[in-house]
């Protein structure tokens, strides 16, 4: 028995009740916001857009473009929305006359010094400073004294021109290469009505994450030297989509006019990448367009066919198959670049259709990572390989074991679905060159695709719905941003075709469909509806969360968000 004499254990401490909301008054709705929120973000709420440039959510406040001034009850002056908190009973007004003057100043100021560049400036379109002067402007520019100049057309780095004549100095840029990309490569230099923004001496902005620059900044400052004077922005549709250059799988929207694919932008995921993204995966928006395979190629180089329809290539691709089906011989490649929905009819061609045991796994090589969203697997979905090559019994052996058996003889015809190999590919091509039959489904032309015996065309993630999986085991969504490109195909597509064609009966009329037949195949993927799989997707049980967005912020970050007016202004980042 317990000896009463002996102390008691400490009761546990009762968790502390959730907060009270704040309940507040904004142009005459009532509003409740969390303690702490600002009045830009509890306006927001209710279906109010309070105008601002120099405000981000995820970035320190500056409060110094001044655009955001209402008027509050318990104040005699206008006050910055985005450094005000709510408080208990607060009457905010956003529209008053003083009010819509404050923003008419305002404007007026930033356009003294701002070149009259919106025809040909690639912000036209996307421009802050264009909709808040049409919205409370509309005053005629009538400068007093001549304009200060600063540089125009400046590099700045590998990626980012600058343009200090059109700068608001909003400070986003400076305050985003700081706190989040923790690099600060920007600074405010000079005083005055002669400040500007630009690189500290010998330090060009070369940060992996500087084209966040861009999408942050409200004006023409800054422009990506990729997409510069390619496209209006009034020209391009918007599509959801999954970048494919990492195993991070940040979520991103493709821009894209007639088919083409100009530039990826990052899409707002707390889980996954919060609201950016690095430049690398920026430019695999070229792996989209450049040196695409539209048709199939039969033949080898010197003796290559020559106007080959795609179904004329699959039905001979089949041909030379359906013979060495189950044969000690025949061999797959599959790429960690295809979709959860190309790897279930990949998988299914190799296990049923070819009778093969196992794959072997390709993709490109590992490479940099860094500790905020760069991860070293440039695969976008091999975690995904692995769950469906498992569900379907197929054990996965490594690339370099297929140089290896083709060397010995072991492998002497080989069906590749994706030509990502972590090796050169010239050097590949080389060392595949003793196979007897070598059939490849490929986005691009390359090395593989050109020596291959029959090449088909395949289309990449822009041109079908699927899904990636990510590092995490979290199944995301893309979408299709526009038809695919002649005859190329989605590689599950394709794998549908060649397994007809070797006498199954197969048949998917979209990708919804083959997901929904394949995937109770695989443990991991059973319980998921394809429908179902929303912006965030689902994380695999028993893979541990990444931290919450802003546990990744620098220390004090918190404190310098939330500062109340009279603290002072956090010094020296597209749209909150």
Known sequence: MPDPSSPKPPEKAPSPAPPALVNLVIDGRPVQAKPGTNLIEAANQVGIDIPFFCYHRRLSIAANCRMCLVEVSN???????????????????TGSPRVLESH??????????HPVDCAICDQAGECKLQDYYMEFDHRPYQPAQPRVLRQKR?????????????????????????????????????????????????????????????????????????????????????????????ARGCNTFVDHYDGVAYRYRPRENDAVNQAWMCDDGRLT????????????????????????????????????????????????????????????????????????????????????????????????????????????????????????????????ALYAAGVEVPKEPQVVAAALGPIGLLVIQAVRHGPLADAADISLPAAPHSEYDGTFVNFEGRPQRFQRAYPEWDEARPHWRLAEALLRE???????????????????????????????????????????????????????????????????????????
Request: hydrophobic share 40%; proline share 7%.
């Open 154 to 246: 400046k590099p700045i780095g590998p990626f980012v021109m600058l343009d200090q004549e059109r700068c608001v100095l909003c400070t986003r840029c400076v305050r985003f290469m700081r706190e989040i990309a923790q690099q600060p490569q920007l600074g405010v230099f000079a005083r005055g009505n002669h400040e500007y923004i630009d690189t500290f001496p010998g330090q060009p902005l070369d940060s992996k994450y500087a084209g966040n620059t861009i999408d942050l900044c409200p004006v023409g400052a800054l422009l990506s030297r990729d997409f510069r004077f390619r496209a209006r922005a009034f020209f391009l549709s918007t599509t959801p989509s999954i970048c494919a250059g990492c």
């Open 502 to 576: 070797l006498g199954f009966a197969w048949r998917w009329p979209s990708a919804r469909e083959l997901f929904a037949e394949l995937s109770p195949r695989v443990p991991e993927l059973a319980s998921f509806d394809w429908n179902d799989l929303g912006p965030g997707g689902r994380r695999e049980p028993g893979v541990a969360a990444r931290p919450a967005a802003a546990d990744a912020r620098p220390p004090g970050y918190r404190e310098r968000a939330v500062a109340q007016p009279g603290q002072g202004k956090q010094a020296g980042g597209s749209r909150g």
């Open 285 to 412: 928006r070229r792996r989209l367009v450049e040196d695409r395979l539209t048709r199939p190629l039969v033949g080898r180089a010197g003796s290559r066919v020559q106007g080959r329809s795609l179904a004329e290539a699959l039905s001979a691709a089949a041909a030379r198959l359906k013979p060495l089906s189950g044969q000690a011989g025949l061999a797959a490649l599959v790429s960690p670049q295809l979709s959860v929905e190309d790897l279930l009819a990949v998988c299914l061609l190799a296990r049923e259709g070819l009778g093969l045991s196992a794959l072997y796994e390709g993709g490109l090589a590992d490479g940099d990572e860094d500790a905020l969203l760069i991860r070293a697997d440039k695969n976008p979905n091999r975690l995904g390989l692995r769950w469906v090559a498992r569900g379907f019994g197929l054990a996965l052996r490594p690339f370099e074991s297929l140089l290896g058996d083709v060397s010995a003889g072991r492998v002497t």
């Open 75 to 93: 104040a005699p002056k206008l006050v910055p929305a985005c450094q005000t908190l709510v408080s208990e009973g607060l009457k905010v007004t």
């Open 104 to 113: 008419r100043s305002v404007e007026q100021m930033l356009l003294y010094n």
